[in-house]
């Protein structure tokens, strides 16, 4: 990419940005993040008591990367869950519930992709969209996790294959701690990349949606661990907001996070808009459209 299409690509984004439709757009995802946790929970433990494996393994993840504060309020969400069985209308409500961010970041990229001409095909449709997503999301979640439980098992088993057939030897604890999270972070990838492809009404092609899955990706990490840093060595929320200190941290922590998923939208726009100009003029006449959908 030339010099000249990143400057280009940022003026762009920022002409967009100043559009009033984003003014607090962060802070209501991070409201509907935390409105979504409980029964984003709920479902996950129901997904991963069918293979037997329990919350732990995401609540291992969370300590290690998830700022204290933050850190301790889902760990104790975490812990609080049941895996006790629930009929289907319950899983239903549960899932209506815990989609509510879907349906936030839905409109925001049909308006973004649309250049503000629409947020989508209605808000019972999208709505209902949102759950089918939000239950994509759980499984994509479900499988990861199960990945990084069994995955040393399932190498075990293609190693002894090996063995069998061509004598191979491997040190299987090392080759697992080695390629444990490259795969996690594969697979985190993966899940950013799905959810800018089913989140817009119109599908775009996977090409399309790479660069913003990248930014956000980038992004997301960037965001926890430096907000990991920062408030462990630098701040204390304790001093102002006392008992409520754990909620503000995580409600923080969600604001950035927002802010990352949505400017990878935004990248997926302004990199189409830019992708075949032959000039200013043609360029700008297309800031307003649509990026071209399959």
Same mark, same amino acid.
């Given at each position: 990419?030339?010099?000249?299409?990143?400057?280009?690509?940022?003026?762009?984004?920022?002409?967009?940005?100043? #559009?009033?439709?984003?003014?607090?757009?962060?802070?209501?995802?991070?409201?509907?993040?935390?409105?979504?946790?409980?029964?984003?929970?709920?479902?996950?433990?129901?997904?991963?008591?069918?293979?037997?494996?329990?919350? #732990?393994?995401?609540? @291992?993840?969370?300590?290690?990367?998830?700022?204290? #504060?933050?850190?301790?309020?889902?760990?104790?969400?975490?812990?609080?869950?049941?895996?006790?069985?629930?009929? /289907?209308?319950?899983?239903?409500?549960?899932?209506?519930?815990?989609?509510?961010?879907?349906?936030?970041?839905?409109?925001?990229?049909?308006?973004?992709?649309?250049?503000?001409?629409?947020? $989508?095909?209605?808000?019972?449709?999208?709505?209902?969209? !949102?759950?089918?997503?939000?239950?994509? /999301?759980?499984?994509?979640?479900?499988?990861?996790?199960?990945?990084?439980?069994?995955?040393?098992? =399932? =190498?075990?088993?293609?190693? !002894?294959?090996?063995?069998?057939?061509?004598?191979?030897?491997?040190?299987?604890?090392?080759?697992?701690?080695? =390629?444990?999270?490259?795969?996690? +972070?594969?697979?985190?990838?993966?899940?950013?990349?799905?959810?800018?492809? =089913?989140?817009?009404?119109?599908?775009?092609?996977?090409?399309?949606?790479?660069?913003?899955?990248?930014?956000?990706?980038?992004?997301?990490?960037?965001?926890?661990?430096?907000?990991?840093?920062?408030? @462990?060595?630098?701040?204390?929320?304790?001093?102002?907001? $006392?008992?409520?200190?754990?909620?503000?941290?995580? +409600? +923080?922590?969600?604001?950035?996070?927002?802010?990352?998923?949505?400017?990878?939208?935004?990248?997926?726009?302004?990199?189409? #808009?830019?992708? /075949?100009?032959?000039?200013?003029?043609?360029?700008?006449?297309?800031?307003?459209?649509?990026?071209?959908?399959?």
């Amino acid at each position: 990419m030339s010099k000249k299409r990143l400057i280009e690509m940022i003026a762009l984004g920022l002409q967009q940005i100043r #559009d009033p439709y984003y003014h607090g757009f962060a802070a209501q995802l991070a409201f509907y993040f935390l409105m979504s946790i409980v029964p984003t929970l709920i479902v996950l433990s129901q997904l991963l008591g069918l293979f037997s494996v329990s919350l #732990d393994a995401l609540g @291992d993840l969370i300590q290690k990367y998830v700022a204290k #504060d933050a850190a301790n309020v889902m760990l104790k969400l975490i812990s609080s869950q049941s895996t006790k069985g629930m009929n /289907t209308i319950f899983i239903v409500i549960t899932l209506w519930a815990a989609s509510r961010a879907e349906f936030a970041l839905m409109r925001i990229a049909n308006y973004t992709l649309t250049g503000g001409r629409s947020t $989508g095909n209605g808000y019972w449709r999208e709505r209902i969209r !949102a759950i089918k997503t939000m239950a994509i /999301t759980m499984f994509t979640l479900a499988f990861g996790l199960i990945i990084l439980v069994y995955g040393e098992l =399932i =190498i075990e088993v293609v190693a !002894a294959a090996l063995m069998n057939t061509i004598g191979a030897h491997y040190e299987i604890n090392m080759f697992w701690l080695f =390629i444990r999270w490259p795969v996690t +972070m594969a697979l985190y990838f993966l899940m950013v990349s799905y959810s800018y492809y =089913i989140l817009p009404s119109q599908r775009l092609a996977f090409k399309q949606i790479m660069p913003g899955s990248i930014f956000a990706s980038v992004g997301m990490l960037v965001v926890t661990f430096g907000y990991k840093i920062y408030t @462990d060595y630098m701040s204390n929320y304790n001093i102002l907001y $006392g008992s409520m200190a754990a909620i503000v941290a995580v +409600m +923080m922590w969600f604001f950035f996070l927002a802010w990352a998923l949505v400017l990878g939208i935004l990248c997926n726009k302004v990199w189409a #808009d830019t992708r /075949t100009d032959k000039g200013s003029k043609k360029r700008k006449g297309r800031q307003a459209n649509p990026v071209q959908v399959k």
